[in-house]
């Protein structure tokens, strides 16, 4: 439902379907979805409210973390860096970020695992046309 709200630009009903999805999953002891439900709640947090799209970017990481899953990590922080440059302000770090859990996503589970939507506008911005355009095309 979230993804169906963010697609209409209903960005608020959007967070709350993410929100709602990370509180479920928290209740019912499902770590992985509810990590997963907060690194989409940051996507339409960014829009409504930055810095609140920030802290759930480093909520979400730090569960990851917590959890002890190396390629969820690296997904969630993949993501996390992604949002932050592309809405907030361009870091090295957050590129460092990327370009690190980019490869440990690689490493954990093969080159033709799909990444995260964001990472292509990434790649982009960086000027590797190439490879972003590569992430779209059907492999």
């Known amino acids: 439902m979230g993804d169906a709200h963010f697609a209409l630009g209903a960005m608020s009903d959007s967070a709350l379907a993410y929100e709602t999805a990370a509180a479920r999953a928290a209740e019912a002891g499902l770590r992985k979805t ?3 439900a907060l690194a989409r709640l ?3 947090a ?3 409210d ?3 799209g920030n802290d759930i970017c480093e909520q979400a990481v730090e569960e990851s973390r917590a959890h002890g899953d190396p390629l969820l990590l690296a997904q969630t922080q993949l993501a996390t860096a ?3 440059l592309l809405y907030d302000t361009w870091r090295n770090q957050d590129a460092e970020t990327c370009a690190s ?4 996503i690689r490493r ?3 080159p033709s695992t799909p990444e995260n939507m964001f990472c292509g506008t990434w790649q ?4 590797d046309y190439e490879e972003a355009l590569s992430k779209q095309r059907p492999q």
């Open 108 to 110: 954990l589970s093969g």
């Open 46 to 48: 960014w829009y409504l």
């Open 50 to 52: 930055p810095p609140r």
């Open 42 to 44: 940051a996507v339409p």
């Open 124 to 127: 982009a911005m960086q000027g």
């Open 82 to 84: 992604c949002f932050r």
């Open 34 to 36: 509810q990590i997963e």
């Open 101 to 104: 859990a980019r490869h440990t």
